[in-house]
């Protein structure tokens, strides 16, 4: 079956709508890698409570997306601050790998957590069905476009954030030079906590997106992580804008490559680009070389 | 009871083979290798295709199982050793998610998800059914002891003190004029090659291989044992293995003992004690209980 323009433009939506699901997660990812210098693998189970958040609030509300998105970013808030309080910030003052294994230790009670209480049945959102958009010969899912204005506006927020209040300048301060930022008078403390918070709603934005696309279950969300990680690789760790970046440029080469390797081997793509980028620019297609890697 | 004794005892050896080589790579050399679960899927699975599949000795599995992973892991060695701490983690990662990955699709090779039942138990010719186990037992613990006295051997060797000197300082070792990436690809080899060789064990043990069986938790669960036992330490790869079992197998224990429990429950709280014990080896002993404290 020979595949017409449309089908690939099609793909390519479906790719979009992916890459910027994926967009969310790798920007946590980057974030915490920028202030906090580790890749935190904790990043899935964020995501997998904003889910479970956000169902409970949609389902406490009669199936408020509005709640919903409330729920999930105060779950998946709540969540990373507790994780950066109780599990991180006792060790900040360790090599990276100290966290990196902390944070993974931290996905697995995170997981075993959901497990127990919310169980392992596979839940969905109650959502209407809806026909699809059609523009000419193109579909667009109204979840995925839904989820990808989520993801858009969750983004311009955290960007403008990052950009113009003097928090995002406190923690931009910390990303360029820790000891340098303490020197000046900034509150590190204070403001890592501020980026955790910051974290996990992006997190809990991100499991929303991703219950409505697709299920809620406690695994849910771990099998974006390396996903995200590809993506925040690929843009170059602790580049934002790199992260969005790459996850979109991820989601689509994912979708595009669907008819030539199959089902299975989408998922290895990722990996295969973020090694292909890792040869050509180790430090990322949008980051500038620094001195030491 | 003896049968229930002997399986944890082979399974933990299992573990002692996998965290002597996790413990070359990261606790003489200081490699994070988060995909170590990937080379012990390489060496399961050429067991069971060569003895099941082709129909050959078990022997060419083991030499397969030993050879193809240290080949695989110098390609990876090449990427991702220029590269900081935490990007090897990340590519490791990735492999050992693209191995199980190219499991599931590959069916003609591996029969897919489904995986590959009947790999022979070793002996059971020469030991008669009933002590194949005891013989592999016996096998195993002359194969850790044959890997354990090759790591001494090397770590107190000009090259291990090298090795432990790139884990040290590396910048150092490139102003002396040595090329830290060789070195280190090397060990990565070698360290694969001993998680082949594990799987081998493990596959022709356990009778059958699934892409299941090879999660990226069981890399996590190898880091957890070599991080009780002692980072850097031979000694703590069979403190920690067998410390690591009984977390393991001390929840199924429970789950007989505490009626009413699901299994699904207990396998999530499976998963948080293996979680907490890792975060709170971290964070209060993070050189395990026989390592040395080092700054």
Redesign the interface.
Known sequence: MDLLWFDYANLALNGLAEGLMIALPALAVTLV?GVAR??NAAVGDFVSLGCFGALAAHRATGGSIAASLAGGAAAGALGSWLGWKL?FQ??MR?H???L???S??????????M??SF??EIQLFDVPLMKALRFGPLLVNPIDAMVACFSLVCMGIVFGLLRFTSAGRTMRAIACDMDLARVVGIDSRAAMGRMWVLSGVICGVAGLALGLKTQVS?EAGADLL?PA??AA?IGG?GNPLGAVLGAICLGVMQELSTPFV?F??K??LS??V??LV??WR?QGLFNRVQG?? | MEAYLLAIAITALVYVLLTLGLNFQYGFTGL?NFGYVGFFALGAYASAICTVRLGWPAWTGFAIGIVVPALLAWPIGR??L??????L???T???S??VR??I??EKDLTNGNQGIAGVPKLFAGVAGPGYADGVLAAVLVLAVVLVALLMRAIVKSPYGRLIQAIRDDETALLALGKDPARFKTQVLMLGAAIAGFAGSFYAHYIGFVTPEQFVP?VT?QV?MAM?MGGVGRLRGAVVGAFMLLVILEGSRVARDIVPGVSE??M??????V??????LF??FR?QGLLGIKRD
Do not use: C, N
């Not at chain 2, 220029?82 to 990007?87: A, C, H, K, S």
């Open positions: 890698f580790f890749p599990a006792p060790l360790r990276g790998l100290a990196l294994l902390t993974i230790g931290l996905g697995f009670v995170l997981r075993a957590f497990g127990l169980g392992h406690p390396l990680f590809a690789v760790l199959g299975t081997y998922i290895a990996y295969v973020m090694l890792l040869l180790p030491v890697r | 994070i990427v991702a220029r590269l900081r701490d935490d990007y983690a990340i590519v990662l990735g492999f998610e693209i990955l190219v599931v699709s938790i996590f880091w991080i699904v429950a396998s999530s709280a499976r998963l948080a293996i979680g907490l014990a890792l975060i971290i964070r993070p």
